[in-house]
């Protein structure tokens, strides 16, 4: 529809919200505009009337736009059932750029009012009609009200779809590979050079060897300490990595194994080595996470995450009895992991909030924002350990 009406100005307008019969066609685009204008600026009941005024008007889409603006205007009004009376009386029009989003509008009203069934319709409705970005939030949805619904099959079918391709081996398959061979490597009687080089060495992180924070997760005491580590990390990593993506995920994994060395930089003076920080530090992110964001489990991680608890205490009190385990990293690693896990958002699985929250409309502190303000607070917490760990270079 074309948006750029050929009008006088506001007085044109206001004389047509006072007026009664046939609008020309620029002015009734004007007042879809403005509408539109006031909504986004939170001047929902002028938005209304300008919508109001427009609804009836000859041209099909210029009226599903004033019907779909006016159902948003009457939900932000808390007037419900209003809402959807407008985006159905949308449906009952021919097919206009309008169609597709007041089917997600009615989907999303129905799903508010419990009637799962006439939602998924609503969905299905949607998702034919849905621009090839928004197909993977609707699967998702879909996804859902199928396991309300009961229908698993279906369920796992449009949660695969949800998530979409992926890379085509998981960053955490990754990181394991690249650790067991250079683990093995620094084992072997020609790679102690390379473990000495990579070891958390505290003298040689106090005189400025900052990478020490971060290589550590790259070897191990001995075969058993690797086993134990990166089975951990094949069960834990690409539940992660699915749940809020590759890029946090390998973030997730630099920083919480960077606050699990400046733990033990601060707290032991014993050199450390292993991954078993970086992993406490997965284990925090899926247990802060999946209690703060609800995201969607699948059947693997919904096996999983419920034992992690008992899994963190066991191992804890372990590391306090038995020497030699760098307790510090441990509780480290796992502290960095529940503050990001509460502070960023799944990237990847949605969550029962974003399902059914800002439609239309969204609610809420921006998530890239609540994702920046953990990150950086964390960095800063590693940065003041570091200075008081003694680290040259670190000015507070």
Known sequence: MDLHPATDGPNDLDAALRSTGPLERSVAIALVTRGRELLDSGDFEPAARHFQRVTGFDDPAVTASALLGLGEALYRLDMEDQALGAWQAVLGLPETPSTYPAWRNVAAARVRAGELPEATEAYREADRRAPVEDRPEIAARLGWLAKETGDTGAARRYFARSRGDGPAIPLAYVIL?????????????????????????????????????????????????????????????????????????????????????????????????????????????????????????????????????????????????????????????????????????????????????????????????RATIGVISLIGVIAVGLAVGGLTGIAL
């Open 177 to 369: 590979g690249i650790t067991i061979v250079i683990s093995f490597y620094a084992l072997s009687s020609g790679g102690r050079e390379v473990g000495a080089a990579l070891l958390l060495d505290k003298s040689a992180l106090r005189d400025g060897e900052v990478y020490r924070l971060l290589s550590p997760v790259l070897i191990h005491h001995d075969i058993i300490h690797l086993a134990f580590n990166m089975y951990a990390l094949y069960l834990l990593g690409p539940i992660v990595e699915g749940i809020w993506g590759t890029r946090a995920f390998g973030g997730f994994y630099v920083l919480t194994a960077a606050a699990a060395s400046t733990a033990s930089f601060v707290f032991t003076a014993a050199d450390s080595l292993g991954a078993s920080g970086a992993v406490f530090g997965l284990v925090g992110v899926l247990m802060a996470g999946t209690r703060v964001h609800n995201p969607v489990l699948d059947r693997r991680a919904r096996a999983i995450i419920p034992q992690l608890g008992s899994i963190v205490l066991i191992n804890l009190v372990l590391g306090f009895t038995v020497s030699g385990i760098d307790n510090a990293a441990h509780i480290g690693g796992l502290a960095a992991g529940l503050w990001l896990g509460f502070f960023v958002p799944p990237g990847r699985a949605r969550t029962l909030r974003s399902f059914w929250q800002g439609e239309p409309g969204g609610r809420g502190a921006p998530p890239m924002l």
